[in-house]
């Protein structure tokens, strides 16, 4: 009864008549974990399960149901969706840029292979579907200041272009089929939970160390600019697009973005708490990346369709990373 009532009460969502049950894979990712208790919050404990092929921590298993879910094998993903009655599906499961460029098949097998398991699934029990897709997505060809909802897409990432078969899918499936699919392009995503294998990650790694040791060694130039966002607006994105009715929507795919900065603008904002951290450059492979993606990100369309506003600029971000990532180094 108590737990009836919790839901119903954290339940705010018009025109639905129950709770939708969300099934997330890749949930030990960077943003699974936070995902799942922002949608649990609105949803409900019980009706937000995180899966992943890995062990969870103990804090993840006591949150709420986690499961496992292996993205590779289809039979096992019925299952679930049947055991569990799974209405969205958000598909979280990827490599990311600068580590999928050191295993390419393993990044094809999970980021396409992957792609085509969750695509049908979605299609045969008529599930809405998310997939996140990035500025990774574009390419040295594409406008890089601003880069609009439509234009070129040639990336020169195994990430970016299974980045953009997923886009190119979920569009095929909805106009073929009527399938729910939805995709954002986020810009880096800054949380305190370390990302592994972005190239945008030097923006949580500079905390980290900053905290820690006092310095920070950044593989990007000081002028490298970027597009990014803070975790809690990247989770309000998702959850208002996944709300978004059906009608409202002009396209599948749409950018999205809170700021654009550069790593030594980004220390000058920081040395508001720490006025004598040092740090130096030392650029590797992923300069080459950065320097194929966007630097603005035109993300009007979404502003327009769905209404979309973040919440946390710069002097922000670094005022919560400061915070949060203190707190968990502690
Ligand atoms: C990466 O750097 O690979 C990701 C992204 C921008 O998609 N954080």
Request: charged share 25%.
């Amino acid at each position: 009864q108590k737990t009836l009532l919790t839901n119903l009460r954290a339940y705010s969502v018009k025109n639905l008549q129950k709770p939708p049950k969300i099934l997330i894979t890749g949930g030990l990712g960077q943003l699974g974990v936070e995902c799942a208790k922002y949608l649990r919050q609105k949803y409900g404990q019980q009706n937000v399960i995180l899966s992943d092929i890995i062990k969870p921590t103990l804090d993840v298993a006591n949150d709420g149901p986690y499961i496992f879910a292996d993205i590779l094998d289809f039979k096992g993903l019925q299952k679930i969706v049947v055991d569990h009655r799974v209405d969205w599906l958000i598909h979280f499961s990827a490599l990311l840029s600068a580590i999928g460029e050191q295993n390419v098949p393993l990044a094809v097998r999970v980021n396409i292979e992957g792609m085509h398991n969750v695509i049908e699934l979605a299609k045969q029990y008529k599930l809405r579907i998310f997939v996140p897709s990035t500025i990774g997505a574009f390419g040295p060809d594409s406008p890089r200041n601003p880069t609009p909802n439509i234009t070129v897409q040639r990336p020169r990432t195994i990430y970016g272009v299974s980045k953009v078969h997923a886009e190119l899918l979920g569009e095929y499936y909805y106009h073929k089929f009527g399938l729910d699919f939805r995709c954002l392009r986020f810009p880096g995503v800054i949380s305190s939970d370390p990302p592994g294998g972005g190239t945008t990650d030097y923006a949580i790694a500079i905390f980290h160390d900053v905290l820690r040791k006092g310095h920070y060694q950044c593989y990007l130039k000081p002028d490298t600019r970027l597009p990014m966002m803070h975790v809690r607006d990247a989770l309000k994105a998702l959850s208002e697009f996944l709300e978004a009715p059906n009608e409202i929507l002009n396209r599948r795919c749409y950018n999205v973005t809170s700021m654009s900065f550069t790593p030594e603008e980004l220390a000058d904002k920081m040395t508001k708490y720490i006025p004598d951290f040092k740090i130096t450059y030392m650029p590797d492979a992923r300069q080459e990346i950065a320097d194929s993606w966007p630097q603005v990100f035109d993300d009007s369309e979404a502003r327009r369709d769905w209404n979309w506003n973040p919440k946390v600029d710069l002097d922000n971000l670094v005022e919560l990373m400061m915070r949060e990532v203190k707190d968990k180094i502690a």
